[in-house]
């Protein structure tokens, strides 16, 4: 299949020299930036956004909920559906933050939509993996479970402290992933507390979860004290994720990540 490139904010790169200690403004910031979203054989817009910019800035991307830094960023985006199973508009609005050398910060934002999959949204398994086979499922069956209330060990995500979870691995970590959880059962009074499993930082308080698919964003502070890597670099790292109910019961079927 043939993809087009549908430009949303695209122009001729604007060359110009601030030297060491000046900025732009957010018009040239918009200027020497694109943000594409690729479009299907329908004519429809696709779910693959790509942004870039030619700035003299430090940039940061946010795109989805989802940040990337430098000058380049690239995401399946989801789509959503109506009752009919038809595709629908969904909106999206993708953040650019500059920072010029002098140290003067910018935002442009860019709204886009999407409307049909074009490249599939690929499901990895941290926990609760279908797909595995019979001989990984004996060995490890990975069963839906129901955590107890202030039971840190339930929901850490570890597999020499955890009761149940694998240890995330590090590339997770550092790739920000969003992390979805399958649920079911959920009570009305469900109340999670998202920390290390060290209980040294609270990443998230307070969180309420529904029926379904439910998303936990990893951000560069969960990876820096979470992530194996760090274990010997920092005395903050290597703590693991851990969630934990405060009240409530809820039924934890599964754990993965889409790209």
Request: proline share 6%; charged share 25%; with cysteine.
């Amino acid at each position: 299949m043939f993809f087009a490139i549908c430009a949303f904010a695209a122009c001729d790169p604007v060359h110009e020299d601030i030297g060491n200690g000046g900025h732009i403004t957010v018009d040239q910031l918009k200027a020497m930036s694109s943000v594409t979203v690729d479009v299907a054989s329908s004519g429809k817009f696709g779910n693959v956004v790509t942004c870039s910019t030619s700035a003299p800035v430090n940039a940061k991307w946010d795109v989805g909920g989802k940040e990337f830094v430098g000058n380049y960023a690239w995401k399946k985006m989801k789509v959503n559906w109506n009752t009919n199973g038809d595709y629908v508009k969904t909106p999206y609005t993708v953040v650019l933050t500059a920072i010029c050398p002098d140290g003067t910060k910018l935002t442009a934002e860019f709204p886009i939509e999407c409307e049909e999959i074009t490249d599939p949204l690929v499901k990895y398994y941290i926990y609760g993996d279908p797909n595995r086979s019979e001989e990984e499922k004996a060995e490890d069956p990975q069963l839906p479970f129901k955590p107890g209330a202030w039971d840190a060990a339930a929901m850490r995500f570890s597999s020499t402290e955890g009761a149940h979870l694998p240890t995330i691995p590090d590339e997770v970590y550092d790739g920000l992933k969003t992390l979805i959880f399958d649920v079911s059962d959920v009570t009305p009074d469900f109340d999670l507390k998202v920390m290390n499993g060290w209980w040294s930082n609270t990443y998230y308080d307070h969180v309420k979860w529904v029926d379904g698919l439910n998303e936990l964003q990893i951000t560069p502070t969960m990876a820096r004290e979470c992530a194996k890597k760090y274990v010997n670099e920092d005395p903050a790292g290597g703590k693991d994720l851990d969630l934990m109910l405060y009240s409530g019961s809820m039924t934890l079927k599964a754990v993965y990540y889409e790209e």
